[in-house]
């Protein structure tokens, strides 16, 4: 099989747990690129943070960030985005604005939160992304009438709240409430919701169309639950060894963990017979 696009996360597959690329990594990727095979980063990170590890490793090729929800190479120009309407994001404010939650709003170039009840949630929250800090984030008193006042869309709006019931309640209503958008449990206590349909793979997907290649001709990998569906789907599945049992069930391959060069080590295996694509 001849492979032509590789797609990799980048938290807990590219990087290592200090968050840092590895030379063998950078050296791997090199390797792949100068055998013509696509090379794509596909993140749950915002685009500038994205953009910067696809700086470090010299790629060309549009990202897929946002958890699929922006594909593009700059920021003014994406070729791809799935976004949250306005209108609804207003009434998600509205709505979400009646408990004591955190509430973070985000696009491609900044995040509007609201000001907390809980002060400790600012820190968990910001922290907790693991996002640099020149990603802006404003905060405001009320986020319903700020969005009635500028407009935006939304790529993601992450919930977080103290009380487990609340957020279970909380997940329940946005079936029954919001049926445009998709719904999932980061934690016990965070919640991220995104316009239907909106996905790692849908992002991927659409990529891949953009250049002519075919699902079976991808070779994807990850470490998280957003990751199963495209390592599930792609020609060749890889998940980390220090993926979850979901994801590793989904591959058709595991590598070493981030922490043992598993992205350099599956590159080499994979590629090092494939002669150059043109």
Known sequence: MVYRLLALDIDGTLLNSSNRLDRQTKDAIAYAVKKGIV???VSERHF????KVA???RLTHPIIAHNGAF????IDHPVYTSKIDHSVLIQLAEYLETYPCQIQISHERLSISNRPRQKNLIAKMTIGMNEPL???VTYVDTLSQYLL???EGATD???KLKDEHVIDEIEKAMGDYFPSLDVSRTSSFDLTLVRKGTSKFNGLLFFAGQLGIPLHEIVAVGDGSEDAEMIEKAGLGVAMRNASPRVKKSAGWITRSNDMDGVAYAVREIFRKQLRVH
């Open 39 to 41: 090379v794509t980063l």
């Open 48 to 51: 500038h943070s994205a953009a």
């Open 55 to 57: 700086r470090a490793l």
């Open 71 to 74: 594909v593009s190479s700059s």
């Open 134 to 136: 020149f990603y802006p």
């Open 149 to 151: 006042e500028n407009y």
């Open 157 to 159: 709006v992450k919930v």
